[in-house]
């Protein structure tokens, strides 16, 4: 029986990393189509938005609605296209709408808008935010005595703002143990090393400090995600966080742990060495 279930999981941590080599791939070619940056922030979190979406979260793509639906909030809201994709293969929105990112006239903006995106639960970018919202929805949903989760992915530069601590005293304070905060720790902000702009470290024990249960995760490791995240729901009295230490640019050897790939596009040429790269490690 062990066998079968270590079999089982193994599987499916297959067919989840090769999900987000697909995934990846998307996203450059978006990147190039529209002339958009961030690109680097969204390889970041694929994994993390991939084990989410087929794994942990419960959602019916035909109720996206559902008052009882688990919620995601994509507090680093500049990083929009990895959340655009896994919501197409996961399909919640039409997979050619991803044609249209950045385009006039098209709802897939750089940055999530309010309202017009099934799925999408709030409009992010302006950073800090996120877990301000996922707090009243846990309070909220805890009145109405709906059982469901609410996750939050912050960036580590985001922690600079005084917002992200404000809503964690707030959280661990009114024992909001229906909320989770994923920090894609990818130690890059727009212009530096997050270390080296503000100190954040020790980003563990800064979570722990404020009241949280919190986890120290390989973001890449997609067996430890989909563990993780499915086991933090289960009898505690507090919120979650979990620290996901990440590469910015992962997947592509050539963007990771490459800053500037935060604003730089991917030319033809660039494009092209991404998806044969991507393709070989989905058939690994």
């Known amino acids: 029986m062990a066998d079968m279930e270590n079999k089982k999981l193994k599987t499916m941590v297959k067919e989840l990393e090769s999900m987000a080599a697909k995934n990846r791939g998307r996203i450059v070619q978006m990147s190039h189509h529209s002339r958009a940056a961030h690109l680097g922030s969204a390889l970041s979190c694929v994994d993390i938005l991939v084990a989410l979406y087929f794994s942990v979260l419960q959602l019916d793509k035909k109720k996206i609605d559902s008052l009882k639906r688990d919620r995601f909030i994509l507090s680093k809201g500049h990083a929009a296209t990895a959340l655009y994709t896994v919501l197409a293969f996961r399909g919640i929105i039409d997979m050619n709408l991803l044609d249209t990112y950045c385009l006039p006239g098209s709802i897939l903006e750089d940055h999530p808008g309010p309202s017009t995106i099934p799925g999408v639960e709030a409009a992010t970018g302006s950073l800090g935010h996120g877990l301000s919202l996922g ?26 703002e005084g917002s992200v601590w404000e809503a964690a005293m707030f959280a661990s304070g009114q024992k909001l143990n229906n909320i989770t905060i994923i920090i894609d720790f990818n130690k890059w902000q727009a212009t530096a090393r997050s270390c080296d702009v503000l100190g954040i470290e020790p980003l563990v024990e800064k979570w722990k400090t404020f009241g949280f249960k919190t986890f120290e995760i390989d973001g890449h490791n997609m067996g430890e995600i989909v563990e993780t995240l499915s086991e933090i729901y289960v009898g505690f009295d507090q919120p979650c966080a979990v620290i996901a230490h990440t590469v910015k640019g992962k997947g592509v050897s050539f963007m990771e742990d490459d800053n500037n790939w935060h604003y730089r596009v991917p030319d033809e040429k660039d494009v092209q060495m991404a998806l044969k790269e991507l393709e070989r490690s989905k058939d690994e």
């Open 135 to 160: 707090t009243g929805m846990a309070l909220a949903n805890r009145i109405q005595k709906i059982n469901n989760k609410i996750i939050v992915l912050a960036s580590d530069g985001e922690c600079n």
